[in-house]
């Protein structure tokens, strides 16, 4: 779900005007914003996280879902006032909600001064009015870019009208085909143990729930190389926990002719040094090969974690989705995950309330997820989307029936949660400590490889050898003390 982080840069000596950014939504948009952060800085432009200090500020936008949607509007007309009654002198809007509604961005929020897609992140330069300072030439070339790839999938349902956007009033008219790479500038809003690496970015499937395609435009891998490039040059710099980040990372390097592409570069990063946490986010249910668990299962530091959102275990409920499968080819293949890699972490999402769900398949749903018994799941109602396949069935669910119905499938969760976190009291895993906890000052906090960044729960530590203080960014092996319904306490041993 969409998270709000507030990071900032000022420019250099000859337009020494400050620009702060906020950023919202996914990893994804977090890695687009540290792209154009890092654009920024290579044109003399330095970093503050104070929006009240900018004379620009730049809201990236999240577009996924209507609460996203209403989230970046409030953001930005929290960041007017900033611009009405503060310090700024000008205010961009880049990310999802520029490629969905461009010309009504600028129409009815006139104090916005520039808006800047998700495929167009070089005319952020042009967009904040940083003049890029005279220097001496910069290894990086700011407007290389990963080729330009498809695969036949994606070509053929461009073909079907999948990435259309004939029915957005004022969307940017053609789609994204941005990739950032190894070459281009970028500044880590991310601590400096960990950091995502987007190695793809689209998307091919035809999810009638889903609008991303026409947000992100179609499928495209980074090339092979750059990612490596791109993991040694993090990992040198002190990184050892790298996410890799896509839309559909099981999907990687199919346009670019590799087969069995996301266990092929998993395999190489494993043999980068300094790494020790290595994982990847999100995996499409019918593309998780035997090839890649074996990948997995072979490299103690490639994290025994999977993600697959499932989206729902009815097949008559994925057949109207247009993803397909069902409870028992899903119970099957979560056999052979938990049987190829002893112990591996299993996270999923569904969406509950789809149009025209009847009582049993809910049901069926609910049974699923009793049977397979997930290390962490996610439920979200269905959020009915201008665009997208699902927005036209006649059948929808009221808000009331659909909150009910997720709070119920939550609950189940809950249970099943509880019981997993209890089994594994006594039990020895490595810790990476991430500081003093959110919760209380009293405490440390940290995650161990079940736990991906920000998103799983977390794991409280009460307790450390007398003397050997902890520090942040650093590995440490604890035992699992308590355990609650989604958060672990431990002790460092
Ligand atoms: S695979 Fe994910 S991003 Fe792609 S269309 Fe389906 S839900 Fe959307």
Redesign the pocket.
């Given at each position: 779900m969409p998270a709000k982080k507030n990071i900032s840069a000022t420019s250099g000596p000859t337009a020494p005007a400050k620009v702060g950014f906020v950023s919202l939504g996914c990893p994804k948009n977090l890695v687009d914003s540290e792209v154009m952060m890092g654009m920024l800085a290579q044109a003399g432009a330095e970093l503050t996280p104070a929006a009240e200090d900018a004379d620009v500020i730049v809201v990236n936008t999240c577009s996924f879902i209507g609460s996203a949607q209403q989230e970046s509007i409030d953001t930005i007309l929290e960041m007017v006032r900033h611009k009405t009654g503060g310090k700024a002198k000008r205010l961009v809007v880049a990310g999802c909600l520029v490629e969905r509604f461009h010309d009504e961005i600028r129409k009815n929020i006139p104090e916005v001064d520039a808006v800047v897609g998700t495929g167009e992140l070089e005319k952020i330069l042009a967009a904040a009015g940083v003049v890029e300072a005279p220097r001496a030439p910069s290894p990086f070339n700011i407007l290389s870019s990963s080729p330009q790839t498809s695969r036949p999938e994606g070509d053929h349902r461009r073909r079907q009208g999948r990435f259309a956007r004939d029915s957005w009033d004022g969307a940017v008219a053609d789609l994204p085909n941005y990739l950032y790479d190894d070459q281009t500038p970028r500044v880590l809003a991310t601590p400096g143990y960990s950091a995502y690496i987007k190695i793809a970015e689209g998307?091919?499937?035809?999810?009638s729930?889903?609008?991303?395609?026409q947000l992100?435009g179609q499928f495209r891998s980074r090339r092979f190389e750059s990612v490596i490039a791109e993991a040694e040059r993090l990992a040198q710099s002190g990184v050892r926990e790298i996410t890799l980040i896509g839309?559909?990372t099981t999907c990687f390097g199919e346009d670019l002719g590799l087969k069995d592409g996301l266990a092929l570069l998993l395999e190489k990063l494993a043999g980068v040094a300094g790494l020790q946490w290595i994982r990847f986010l999100?995996a499409?249910p019918n593309k998780i090969t035997g090839r890649l668990l074996a990948t997995i299962a072979a490299h103690d530091n490639i994290c025994s974690y999977i993600d697959v959102?499932l989206?729902h275990a009815s097949p008559t409920v994925l057949k109207r989705m247009k993803?397909g499968g069902g409870a028992d080819l899903f119970l099957r293949s979560i056999e052979k995950m938990r049987r190829v890699i002893p112990g591996v972490t299993l996270r999923t999402s569904f969406i509950v309330g789809f149009p025209g769900e009847t009582e049993k398949e809910f049901e069926e749903l609910c049974g699923f997820v009793r049977e397979a018994a997930f290390d962490w799941m996610g439920a979200f109602g269905y959020s009915d989307q201008e665009g997208a396949d699902a927005f036209d069935h006649a059948k929808k669910l009221s808000p009331r029936e659909i909150e009910s119905r997720r709070k119920s499938l939550m609950s189940i969760q809950k249970k099943i949660s509880r019981a997993r976190k209890k089994s594994l009291i006594g039990r020895e895993f490595d810790l990476l400590l991430e500081g003093t906890s959110t919760e209380s000052d009293l405490l440390l906090e940290g995650r161990t490889a079940m736990h991906a960044p920000e998103i799983d729960g977390k794991v409280f530590v009460n307790d450390y050898p007398e003397g050997n203080e902890p520090k942040k960014g650093e590995f440490y092996r604890c035992r699992i003390t308590a355990a609650h319904d989604y958060d672990l306490v431990a002790e460092i041993v």
């Open positions: 998307c091919d499937h035809p999810c729930f889903c609008i991303i395609p992100r839309q559909d999100y499409y959102p989206q993803r």
